[in-house]
């Protein structure tokens, strides 16, 4: 194969067909419909319908006739028969208007079953009429036709395609026309990479017709860079150049390029402005608002940002009101304030715009764009004010757009907003703790809108406000109605049952009965009654809890002998506690445990307690958790276990089954005495303190235990003071102190696990550098700090 063949067989196969195509002068019989239907793409009422025109008609019409109904063929892909339809038609006219086209498309069909080389022949024949050396300009001016074809198809069915235009274009330019065609070629390959969106082509492509055809841009570049390798110019002053500016402004700021394509639209409007002298045309406006653009309007990145385009914008409306370009820099200026939060400058600016205080439109496109830009904003001036919560405002403004635009694209959005806005007005008062003003603008909406959705959200918040005013009421120290929020959450469950808001409020008067009008039966109630919605698991949990049989007992801190022992005791469903108290010998207990703790675990019940009593729940109520106070009848110094249990209660449940046995156990510490441990991994050392009289403890005896056994046993002497610094610290991990004087207890438990040897005072030195850095040749300066160890601290070197 030829290697020019591929090339051609491309160009000929990127044709696009034209399914409407031209029809002869006159209307033949059925050729409405004919073209109706090709229209409709119904090509089998086509191919009937040509079928019946072709018995009456003309030579001309039949050559039309014919190549449409190989075309309808082609387009069933039924592709044999319409190479049988075209072949048909050249064969009868050859010289026809139609032949050519009627060859490519044979060629397309052939193509579609893949007979390439048919296909390659046929185009082959239609490349030797094109390539000859006498026949160069028409093929550049073929290439343009079909180009100009991609551009504006002359067709209705057919939409542009600008990587294919661009692409004949530059095979147009790769003829090397002479100018002023060059020119032009060069200037729409680069305008259709630009239509297509291929940025960066588009961009190279205006760069290089700028450096061929525009002397200033040339001289810029080289002024940037001497060095630079351009193309030779053509000439000084193209007849594109203001336009390839632009487009190539336009393409680097598509790309993202803002900072050169705000060179390059700055210097175009710096060299309109030089050569209007008045008059700067339709270039002009837009390269303007292309140069706002640069700056990230309609949302700049800052303020800076902002007055920049701002500057541009205004100085383009001021000089061309009239434009479309000013129109939208009108709409934009506001959108820019919005954008960051300038809402009143936004709202000026928009009503600028409504009012056409600068612009003044001039023909129907400009004055469509203006009255289109003046609806958004509007609406947009409603939304504004809704951001600033003057929902007041922003109502007057929707209404006005709902009767101002009633075909408007947000009449909608303005009537729901308008919606949203009388519902905010409650929202925001209920935030702002305006209960009064938030009900009656509730209220005010219940009424205009009884089916909107949030009308369930809005009952249940006018209970929880009632809720919150009558908590403020018993945080001022007044009697508060806590029937009032209870009435108000039972008129939403009985008007919206088995709702989501319905079980909400439905819980929320469980929790108000139990937890501030302590009516504990009336909140079992209100709980089970709840069996729906997201709220059912939790009033199942509260029932639970409510109905349980809970004891816990502790004992808050060390007595002393001067007070009263007392214990801790949580309960729930319990009437009758039996107290049980148990002395332990804490130094038996100590040896053979080795810890404080685990009192719990002694089997209390194998033996006889030191002494029981029963104790009467106070203010004892089913439901209701109770915390009380329990004074233990304790003489003197000591420890007891205190077991406690609901054994002899007789309460049953709401269902009559005797109530769960629970037992509890505690340990009650009575001592005078205290102790403070420290150690290291060489000593240790305890103090013991009377802390009745806050003065040190003599005479204490200590046990040391390291959880297996014990370890070491010493006596306070006269100041408190206990030292050890036996073997047995470095050798155990951890240590736990049992302190026993007269009755008296205390005890502490120590870590040793971490603690290192200690090795005395060493003597040390530190070095410095005068400076952190330095520059190449700086001085260096060190200085230094030593220490020798004298009598156990450091001391200057002798």
């Not at 961009?203 to 001497?226: E, H, P």
């Not at 010493?714 to 408190?720: F, K, Q, R």
């Not at 070095?767 to 001391?795: C, F, H, K, M």
């Amino acid at each position: 194969m030829s290697p020019r063949i591929p090339l051609l067989l491309a160009l000929c196969a990127s044709l696009i067909p034209s399914v409407a195509l031209g029809a002869p002068d006159h209307d033949p019989g059925g050729e409405a419909a004919i073209q109706r239907s090709l229209r409709m793409r119904d090509f089998e009422r086509t191919i009937q319908l040509i079928d019946t025109a072709l018995t009456d008609a003309s030579a001309d019409e039949r050559e039309f006739l014919m190549y449409r109904r190989g075309l309808a063929l082609y387009f069933l892909d039924r592709h044999q028969e319409a190479i049988a339809q075209f072949e048909a038609q050249r064969s009868a006219y050859p010289e026809g208007p139609w032949a050519i086209k009627a060859m490519m498309r044979t060629a397309d069909a052939h193509v579609a079953r893949r007979e390439f080389d048919a296909a390659e022949a046929i185009y082959a024949e239609r490349v030797r009429e094109l390539v000859g050396p006498e026949r160069k300009k028409r093929l550049a001016q073929t290439y343009i036709e079909f180009a100009d074809e991609y551009f504006r198809p002359t067709d209705s069915l057919s939409k542009p395609d600008f990587a294919q235009a661009a692409r004949f274009y530059d095979l147009a330019l790769g003829l090397e026309p002479g100018d002023p065609l060059a020119e032009t070629l060069a200037y729409k390959v680069a305008l259709s990479s630009l239509k297509a969106e291929d940025w960066s082509t588009a961009a190279s492509r205006f760069d290089t017709y700028l450096q061929q055809y525009d002397a200033d841009y040339r001289a810029r570049l080289l002024k940037v860079n001497a060095a630079a390798a351009l193309p030779p110019i053509r000439r000084d002053v193209g007849a594109h150049i203001h336009d390839a500016r632009q487009g190539r402004g336009r393409s680097l700021l598509a790309m993202g390029d803002r900072v050169t394509a705000r060179l390059v639209l700055s210097d175009l409007v710096a060299l309109i402005d030089a050569d209007s002298e008045g008059e700067r045309g339709d270039v002009w406006p837009e390269a303007m608002h292309l140069l706002a653009a640069t700056y990230g309007v309609p949302a700049p990145a800052d303020d800076a940002s902002m007055n920049a385009a701002i500057a541009v914008l205004d100085r383009l409306i001021d000089k061309a009101p009239e434009t479309k370009q000013a129109t939208q820099a009108a709409f934009d200026i506001a959108a820019s304030y919005a954008s960051l939060h300038r809402s009143d400058d936004a709202i000026a600016a928009y009503r600028a715009l409504i009012d056409r205080r600068r612009i003044r439109p001039d023909g129907a496109e400009v004055v469509e764009l203006a009255t289109k830009l003046s609806q958004e904003a509007l609406f947009s001036i409603g939304r504004l004010y809704a951001a600033q919560t003057r929902y007041a405002d922003a109502i007057g403004v929707w209404n006005e757009y709902v009767a101002k635009y009633p075909s408007g694209e947000h009449w909608s959005d303005a009537q729901r907003s308008i919606l949203d806005a009388e519902y905010a007005i409650g929202a925001l008062a209920r935030k702002e703790n305006r209960f009064d003003d938030a009900r009656t603008a509730w209220n005010a909406f219940l009424l205009k809108y009884p089916l909107d959705n949030r009308v369930r959200q809005i009952l249940f918040d006018f209970g929880q406000m009632a809720w919150d005013e009558q908590a403020n009421r018993d945080k001022a120290g007044e009697s508060p109605n806590w029937q009032a929020p209870i009435a108000e959450w039972r008129k939403l469950v009985s008007k919206f049952p088995q709702s989501e808001e319905a079980g909400r409020a439905q819980y929320s008067v469980g929790q108000t009965l139990e937890n501030k009008l302590a009516d504990l039966e009336a909140a079992i109630k209100a709980y089970e009654a709840l069996n729906w919605s997201a709220c059912a698991q939790l009033a199942q949990s509260r029932l639970q809890e409510m109905k349980s049989v809970q004891l816990v007992v502790e004992t808050p801190r060390v007595f002393r002998t001067s007070e009263p022992a007392k214990i801790t005791v949580d309960t729930r469903n319990i009437d009758k506690l039996t107290i049980k108290l148990y002395r332990i010998d804490m130094e038996d207990y100590f040896r053979k445990r080795h810890t404080l703790g685990g009192v719990d675990d002694l089997d209390l019940l194998l033996i006889n307690p030191d002494h029981s009593f029963e104790y009467e729940v106070k203010d004892f109520a089913r439901y209701r958790p109770l915390t009380q106070d329990i004074e233990a009848p304790i003489e003197g110094p000591g420890v007891f276990a205190v077991y406690v249990s609901n054994e002899t209660s007789e309460l049953t449940s709401s269902d009559g089954a005797a109530t769960k046995k629970l037992e509890a156990t505690t340990l009650v510490m009575r001592s005078d005495i205290d102790i403070l441990t420290r150690s290291t991994r060489e000593q240790m050392l305890v103090f013991a303190q009377n802390m009745l009289t806050g003065e040190p403890a003599p005479g204490v005896r200590l046990l040391v235990s390291n959880g297996a056994k014990t370890i070491l046993e010493g006596t306070t002497g006269p100041d408190g003071v206990w030292l050890s610094s036996e073997k047995e610290i470095k050798e155990n991990s951890s240590a736990t102190v049992l302190a026993l004087a007269d009755g008296h207890v205390a005890g502490s438990g120590l870590s040793l696990r971490g603690l290192s040897f200690s090795g005395g005072l060493k003597p040390r030195g530190y070095i410095t550098t005068d400076r952190s850095a330095y520059q190449p040749g700086d001085g260096v300066n060190i200085r230094g700090v030593l220490r020798e160890t004298s009598n156990g601290q450091y001391a200057l070197p002798t």
